[in-house]
């Protein structure tokens, strides 16, 4: 069975500028979340989405956006970028809502904002 | 590679040792846990969970022990090899309804 697939795997970005990141899960999977990781914060959730319907939501300014399609394919948007929006962006499947059950994550896109 | 963690507590330890990671979670309501490895340049990897209603899980060559009482989660790795070399992250839920919460990591070096 495909692990979860993220692309692209490396991007870099001007500050200002918009970032959409791609994130396919395993199949059969419904449930899609969304984490930011960088050395100082160490791993935060971002958002969940389950059957499209975000179901849980992070702490993190409106900037960031997500959005689920019917396939359970998910992607994130970021606008306006900063410097500080640099980091390793995961996305996780699971089979079930909520995060109490085992999550795959993919290898993650390393955004660069310079 | 990235860098996941630039001032992350190290564990070192001899190859074939066993490796005790621990973990102090903070929500005394969570009630599922899990450990994941990440390596550099990769997405973090599922090793194993363990739900409140137990207090040990055993998996290959890995042992989870969860303390409610102290709020303590451990990791044990028997025989450790220099592949296991990674960062190793605790992350805690509740109500099978919030997102893991993620402790900051424990890097583990393995000397071989």
């Known amino acids: 069975k495909a692990g979860v697939t993220q692309t692209p795997r490396y991007l870099i970005k001007t500050r200002g500028q918009q970032v959409t990141l791609s994130c396919s899960p395993i199949s059969g999977h419904r449930s899609v979340s969304w984490y930011q990781q960088t050395p100082g914060q160490g791993l935060q959730f971002l958002f969940e989405y389950f059957s499209e319907t975000q179901r849980n939501k992070g702490n993190f300014p409106g900037r960031f956006s997500g959005r689920q399609f019917s396939n359970s394919r998910s992607e994130m948007n970021v606008s306006t970028l900063e410097l500080g929006d640099s980091a390793l962006y995961l996305c996780?499947?699971?089979?079930?809502?909520?995060?109490?059950?085992?999550?795959?994550f993919g290898q993650g896109t390393r955004l660069t904002v310079v | 590679g990235e860098s996941v963690g630039l001032h992350l507590p190290t564990l070192s330890v001899q190859e074939g040792d066993n490796s005790i990671i621990n973990c102090a979670y903070s929500n005394s309501a969570s009630d599922y846990f899990i450990w994941y490895k990440q390596e550099s340049g990769k997405g973090p990897q599922f090793i194993i969970d363990i739900r409140s209603n137990m207090d040990k899980r055993q998996g290959q060559r890995v042992t989870v022990l969860l303390n409610k009482t102290v709020k303590h989660l451990s990791l044990q790795i028997a025989a450790t090899q220099p592949g296991d070399s990674a960062v190793y992250f605790c992350a805690e839920s509740y109500s099978g309804n919030t997102p893991l919460v993620f402790g900051k990591g424990t890097r583990l070096s393995v000397i071989a």
């Open positions: 996780a499947s699971s089979s079930r809502q909520g995060m109490n059950t085992e999550a795959f």
